[in-house]
């Protein structure tokens, strides 16, 4: 296996003291795995968007077809990724690193950037399959039996982040938590989404102070749920987000530019069967959240 990039946090990791783990998870595309410490970590297919501590890599086949099993020991340190008994050995230290905060995209446009964004998300929205997405909650079109469950609940969540009172904005977060089909519940992605935007829009408004907010959201709503989903919503609450959120985030906030932003839009909704468009619904959510209310 060749790495081709890795999350920049993941790297500086590996370095910092070696660790032993298992192998938590394999699919054809990702290999989970954990090493004792919040979220997991993960091995993804080169064609898929690089998550944060993670390490994309080149196969020849999918990862449940290369010997790798659960339960097999695992070493991350002196920049090293081993996972021996596959017999494979991933140089972290020499694999281009990739920056997955939030934190790190320049605010160059502020409200022109969020009509913007909004603008072209609910227009690739449109297209959702209503059926098996939560895209109903931004776009009011149809509906289906978790979008309905959702909704109230959500505002509930949204009601309570604009004021700000964040020991309810978390038993919301975790009321809405681990619904909907899929190995990360559809609600766990929209939550990601809408956790991963408030960092951003918190940061321009320069409210640093509810950062800690949205943490502590991300943590309630990851002990709803599985393993899995947990982590990428703790990553979330950390204003960490996978390669494709932050290229889209960036290209609007960044550079306010339209064809890029569209690019990403279509990489964000290659993800899972529905998870980026629930991801895409969360963002949408969280540009409508105006923190001193919800606007339509």
């Known amino acids: 296996m060749h790495a081709t990039a890795a999350c920049r946090r993941l790297v500086a990791l590996s370095l910092s003291r070696s660790r032993s783990g298992t192998v938590h998870s394999v699919f054809d595309h990702a290999v989970n795995l954990e090493f004792g410490f919040r979220g997991l970590i993960g091995l993804i297919a ?18 449940a077809l290369t010997g ?26 020499s694999t281009p690193p990739v920056d997955l905060s939030i934190d790190s995209i320049e605010l160059r446009y502020g409200s022109e950037a969020e009509e913007k964004l909004a603008t072209l998300i609910l227009e690739a929205l449109k297209s959702a399959d209503t059926e098996t997405s939560l895209a109903p909650l931004a776009t009011g079109d149809g509906g289906n039996i978790y979008s309905r469950f959702l909704a109230s609940r959500l505002d509930r969540l949204c009601s309570a982040v604009s004021l700000g009172v964040w020991e309810e904005a978390a038993q919301a977060a975790a009321d809405c938590a681990g619904c909907g089909m899929g190995l990360t519940p559809s609600s766990d992605d929209l939550l990601s989404g809408f956790f991963t935007t408030l960092h951003l829009r918190l940061r321009a408004q320069h409210l640093f102070d509810a950062k800690a907010g949205i943490a502590n959201m991300a943590q309630a709503a990851a002990e709803k749920t599985n393993q899995i989903s947990a982590t990428f919503l703790l990553h979330s609450g950390e204003a960490l987000a996978n390669a494709a959120i932050c290229n889209l985030l960036r290209s609007v906030y960044t550079f306010l530019d339209t064809a890029a932003a569209n690019r990403a839009i279509d990489r964000v909704l290659t993800i899972g069967s529905t998870s980026g468009v629930d991801m895409l619904t969360g963002i949408v959510l969280a540009l409508r959240q105006n923190m001193g209310g919800i606007t339509s």
Do not use: C, H, S
């Open 68 to 93: 790798v099993r659960t339960g097999m020991a695992a070493y991350l340190g002196e920049g090293m990724l081993v996972i021996p008994d596959a017999q494979i050995e991933i140089d972290l230290a």
């Open 46 to 63: 080169e064609e898929k968007a690089l998550t944060p501590y993670a390490v994309l890599v080149r196969t020849n086949a999918p990862f």
